[in-house]
T-cell receptor, first 113, second 115 residues
Framework: GAGVSQSPSNKVTEKGKDVELRCDPI?????LYWYRQSLGQGLEFLIY????????KSGLPSDRFSAERTGGSVSTLTIQRTQQEDSAVYLC???????????FGQGTRLTVV | AQKVTQAQTEISVVEKEDVTLDCVYE???????LFWYKQPPSGELVFLIR??????QNEISGRYSWNFQKSTSSFNFTITASQVVDSAVYFC????????????FGKGTHLIIQP
């Protein structure tokens, strides 16, 4: 594809429900990043994948958050038992390899009501 | 741990003025990479520049220029003759190239160019 693709672009969910956010990186990019951006705030780093290697999960804000990357390509960020404070834009980025420039997707705007 | 500080939360200037966005970083690594990204109102982050820690030469690209000074751990960004289209949030970021921190961003500077 031409760029990083994220789906859905918008998600409204009820408090307590689980959500899955998907990221399709640029083909051939080995590095993949997830960030969270709350309204008017900076980018909070969540997790980083390098190829098929197991990621360091210490950046995830709570144990309700998990992420996986299948086949070194598509990644899914899962939030269980969503809370209102999870409302934010979740951004995914990929790069050819670290530390090449990262290309960002349009993000998924998550609203927990 | 690495850290990026952008002390200017918001800057407002009149079109055609020059403006400098400050970025100060902290890292224990001797090899690292610095970035600037632009986030226009549409929301998508756009890559502007990457510099490595071994190259302190200033860089100019059109109306944009970057001043990297290791002695002060700064990587400042100047827009010359600003235009309304430059209005955006600008983020400075740091990557050591390894480790679990990924690409660490500052909190961003909201630049407003008034016509």
């Amino acid at each position: 594809g031409a760029g990083v693709s994220q789906s859905p672009s918008n998600k409204v969910t009820e408090k307590g429900k689980d959500v899955e956010l998907r990221c399709d990186p640029i083909s051939g990019h080995t590095a993949l990043y997830w960030y969270r951006q709350s309204l008017g705030q900076g980018l909070e780093f969540l997790i980083y994948f390098q190829g098929n290697s197991a990621p360091d999960k210490s950046g995830l804000p709570s144990d309700r958050f998990s992420a996986e990357r299948t086949g070194g390509s598509v990644s899914t960020l899962t939030i269980q038992r969503t809370q209102q404070e999870d409302s934010a834009v979740y951004l995914c980025a990929s790069s050819l390899r670290r530390p090449s420039e990262a290309f960002f997707g349009q993000g998924t705007r998550l609203t927990v009501v | 741990a690495q850290k990026v500080t952008q002390a200017q939360t918001e800057i407002s200037v009149v079109e055609k003025e020059d403006v400098t966005l400050d970025c100060v970083y902290e890292t224990r690594d001797t090899t690292y990479y610095l970035f600037w990204y632009k986030q226009p109102p549409s929301g998508e982050l756009v890559f502007l520049i990457r510099r490595n820690s071994f190259d302190e030469q200033n860089e100019i690209s059109g109306r944009y220029s970057w001043n990297f000074q290791k002695s002060t751990s700064s990587f400042n960004f100047t827009i010359t003759a600003s235009q309304v289209v430059d209005s955006a949030v600008y983020f400075c970021a740091l990557d050591s190239g390894g480790g679990a921190d990924g690409l660490t961003f500052g909190k961003g500077t909201h630049l407003i160019i008034q016509p």
